[in-house]
């Protein structure tokens, strides 16, 4: 099975900067489109940033200009580079990957981390 492991949430000020990593392990052929997504309370999930294998990215438009999406193919990683953040930048942040597994390579799914929490407060 595939997992993903989340990394760098955590409570920053505002203004301030946080760096979240996202790695596929697993029984892994290929991984395709990675990315971010996140929920605040009595909100709705909402897509962060997105960014396919060859490199093509897409943002929400609250994180437009403050976010950036990056990958290491290699490393089967991805990241979210944070800055400016803001109060409304709260929420539990999950990275997904549509990914085609080594025991299946004909069929792709879409894998989930497990959350991670990031707070900006003064």
């Known amino acids: 099975q595939v997992q993903l492991v989340e990394f760098g949430g955590g409570l920053v000020q505002p203004g301030g900067s946080l760096r979240l990593s996202c790695t596929a392990s697993?029984?892994?052929?290929?991984?395709?489109?990675m990315g971010w997504y996140r929920q605040a309370p009595g909100k709705l999930r909402e897509l962060v940033a997105a960014?396919?294998?060859?490199?093509?990215?897409t943002y929400g438009d609250s994180v437009k200009g403050r976010f950036t999406i990056s990958r290491d193919n290699a490393k089967n990683t991805v990241y979210l580079q944070m800055n400016n953040m803001i109060s409304e930048d709260t929420a539990v942040y999950f990275c997904?990957?549509?990914?085609?597994?080594?025991?299946?390579?004909?069929?792709?799914?879409?894998?989930w981390g497990q959350g991670t929490q990031v707070t900006v407060s003064s």
């Open positions: 697993g029984s892994i052929f290929r991984v395709n489109t």
């Open positions: 997904n990957a549509d990914v085609f597994s080594a025991r299946n390579p004909l069929s792709s799914y879409d894998y």
């Open positions: 960014i396919t294998s060859g490199g093509t990215t």
